[in-house]
Each structure stands twice: as structure tokens, then as C-alpha cells.
């Protein structure tokens, strides 16, 4: 079974930073990609930052320079640096693994996280 394990959200000031952590735990041969979703109340889950296997990341234009998201493959663990937050960030933030591989059945699929929240406020 896999499972998707977040940590980091909170309550910060504008201006501040927060690191967001997702660790996919579970007998895993390989992920193709992970990443981080939002969604704010009244609005539609979006995507925040994703990075592949191979290093690649992209960010959504609204976090561009402000949000850094790096992976560790071998701990199939994604983080997500957010600086600079502003009370437009606030949200919950959903860990994401996209082409999950597990060694038991070798059957691809894509997982969430329970979600973390994020309020950006003074």
C-alpha cells in the first residue's frame, strides 16, 4: 500500500517561508513524478510545482521565483521551499505522485496526500 505523508504546512506572516515535505512510503520501485497541488476555498484545485525522476520542475507562473521544489529519489521524498508567501497563498496544499510503481503489483497509479494547510496572514 502506498501512502503520501505531508508535513509543514502552518501560519505565517506575509513575507515569510515555509517548507512543505512528502515522503511516499510503501514497498515503491519507481515514481515518475511528484509534486504539489492547492486548493483555496471556493476554488479549484491547482497545480502549485511538479519536478520528474529526471530533475525536471515547473512551477505555476503565480509562484514562479518565490516557490523552489526539489526531490530525492531515492527517498521518494519531494519538498517544496515557498518564500515570499503572500496571503494569496493561502490554502491547502496536496502532495502528489504521479506513475507510482509498487513492487507488489507492478500496476502504475497516481496518489494524494491528506493535504496540509497553509494561511498566510498578519
Known amino acids: 500500500q502506498v501512502h503520501l505523508v505531508e508535513s509543514g504546512g502552518g501560519l505565517v506572516q506575509p513575507g515569510g517561508s515555509l517548507r512543505l515535505s512528502c515522503a511516499a512510503s510503501?514497498?515503491?520501485?519507481?515514481?515518475?513524478?511528484m509534486g504539489w497541488y492547492r486548493q483555496a476555498p471556493g476554488k479549484q484545485r491547482e497545480l502549485v510545482a511538479r519536478v520528474t525522476n529526471g530533475g525536471s520542475p515547473s512551477y505555476a507562473d503565480s509562484v514562479k521565483g518565490r516557490f523552489t521544489i526539489s526531490g530525492d529519489n531515492a527517498e521518494n521524498t519531494v519538498y517544496l521551499q515557498m518564500n515570499s508567501l503572500k496571503p494569496e497563498d493561502t490554502a491547502v496544499y496536496y502532495c502528489s505522485a504521479e506513475g507510482v510503481l509498487p513492487i507488489a503489483s507492478m500496476t502504475e497509479g497516481d496518489y494524494w496526500g491528506q493535504g496540509t494547510q497553509v494561511t498566510v496572514s498578519s
Open positions: 510503501g514497498n515503491i520501485f519507481s515514481i515518475y513524478a
